[in-house]
Every structure is written in C-alpha cells, then in structure tokens.
C-alpha cells in the first residue's frame, strides 16, 4: 500500500512539473537558458529508486513530454530512458549526500538530452 500511495504521489508531481515547465519555464529563463525540471524529475527517482523504476518513470516522462511537445514519438522517452538507467547506475558508484555530484549528473544528463 505504501508503494502506491508514493507512486501516485510521483505521478502528481510528474504533472505539477509538467504544468510548471510548460507554463511558468516558457516565459522564465535564467541568463537565456530554460530549466529543464523533466531531467532532475527522472534523475532523482533514478537516484533514489531502483533501476526499473527510474527506466520506468523515465520512458513514462520522455512519452508524456513527446506526446505534447514533440513532433516525433519516442526520441524524449529514450533519452529519458537512459537518464533513469544511469540515474540508478550512479547511485551504487557515487555519494548521494555529495551536492557536487548532483550537478554534475544533471548536467551530464542534460547535455545527453539535448544532443538527442
């Protein structure tokens, strides 16, 4: 029971980021550069979770944000897909305390976004 009261909690806060980027983050940019909240979503539950969950939650936001914002299916969810993969890779080889670490995954995973 408490495994689907947290993923249903998840899937609320999928939404609120998704409502969040697509409405407050189109007008908001920090030194011309939009925040992507889709990326940290995934990176944390990766973090946090098991592999499957974060492969999971990571394809599930790729098509969620493919479906509405993208011109081609698919392409978001693998990208995201391996956010969560690696997400929950990292998390047996680095610290989860170290803030530095953090950064550097979300913008390694970042950089992987938008090249694909």
Not at 78 to 105: C, E, H, P, Q, W
């Amino acid at each position: 029971m408490k495994k689907v009261i947290i993923n249903v909690i998840l899937v609320i806060v999928l939404f609120f980021i998704y409502f969040l980027q697509s409405n407050f983050f189109n007008w908001f940019t920090i030194a011309g550069i939009m925040p992507n909240l889709f990326v940290i979503f995934v990176l944390f539950i990766g973090l946090f979770t098991n592999r499957v969950t974060g492969v999971i939650y990571g394809v599930t936001t790729g098509i969620i944000i493919d479906l509405v914002m993208g011109k081609q299916i698919g392409i978001n969810a693998v990208g995201y897909g391996i956010i969560g993969f690696l997400a929950a890779t990292f998390d047996k080889n680095f610290s989860k305390d170290s803030r530095f670490t953090f950064i550097v995954m979300i913008i390694v995973n970042y950089i992987m976004v938008l090249y694909l």
